[in-house]
T-cell receptor, first 110, second 115 residues
């Protein structure tokens, strides 16, 4: 079942902050975050694993609430390069049955 | 290290024709994924391989799509016959195997247009 993302789209000025949410109706073992720029392939940002382990990006942070089956991606002091579509992806505890969310389109304006 | 390679980058075919896409994953990555991404949507997993065995193909339309991964390295995805709704970007990704989830590295994709 596909996770739900919110908001669908957001427009920011450089330096502003944004939060993108991802929620699932089924238990989460891992949450992936990817960014995709127009015409390019998705690029890995971060993984959050059940139990608190995180692997990821220096300038982007995320949280994972296993109980609420939610994850949030925090983009602080956004830069023009942050523009793109952000996808969360969820899988089982073996990284199988992987499903991406519908995406959140982020536009950062100068 | 070299990334995930895919070919061709673009393909235009008529409906009811056949088409095949090729993927070479990152060296040492035992897990390989094929995704279909329709414009404006998130990637949809078609099939996942662990070495040369299929782990998940629950969303693969098996009446027209097939995939193989001989020798656990390169993989080929085939569509036969193609329909108009198959127009999409087909992404291949690879990752390390393991009990915990690992990041997926994506290839540049093949953009398929079915006329």
């Amino acid at each position: 079942q596909q996770p739900v993302q919110s908001p669908q789209a957001v427009i920011l000025r450089e330096g502003e902050d944004a939060v993108i949410n991802c929620s699932s109706s089924k238990a989460l073992y891992s949450v992936h975050w990817y960014r995709q720029k127009h015409g390019e392939a998705p690029v890995f940002l971060m993984i959050l694993l059940k139990g608190g382990e995180q692997k990821g990006h220096e300038k982007i942070s995320a949280s994972f609430n296993e109980k609420k089956q939610q994850s949030s991606l925090y983009l602080t002091a956004s830069q023009l390069s942050y523009s793109g579509t952000y996808f969360c992806g969820v899988g089982n505890n073996y990284g199988q049955n992987f499903v991406f969310g519908p995406g959140t389109r982020l536009s950062v304006l100068p | 290290e070299a990334g995930v390679a895919q070919s061709p980058r673009y393909k235009i075919i008529e409906k009811r024709q056949s088409v095949a896409f090729w993927c070479n994953p990152i060296s040492g990555h035992a897990t390989l994924y094929w995704y279909q991404q329709i414009l404006g949507q998130g990637p949809k997993l078609l099939i996942q391989f662990q070495n040369n065995g299929v782990v998940d193909d629950s969303q693969l339309p098996k009446d027209r799509f097939s995939a193989e991964r001989l020798k656990g390295v390169d993989s080929t995805l085939k569509i036969q016959p193609a329909k108009l709704e198959d127009s999409a970007v087909y992404l291949c990704a690879s990752s390390k195997p393991g009990r915990s989830s690992h990041e997926q590295f994506f290839g540049p994709g093949t953009r398929l247009t079915v006329l």
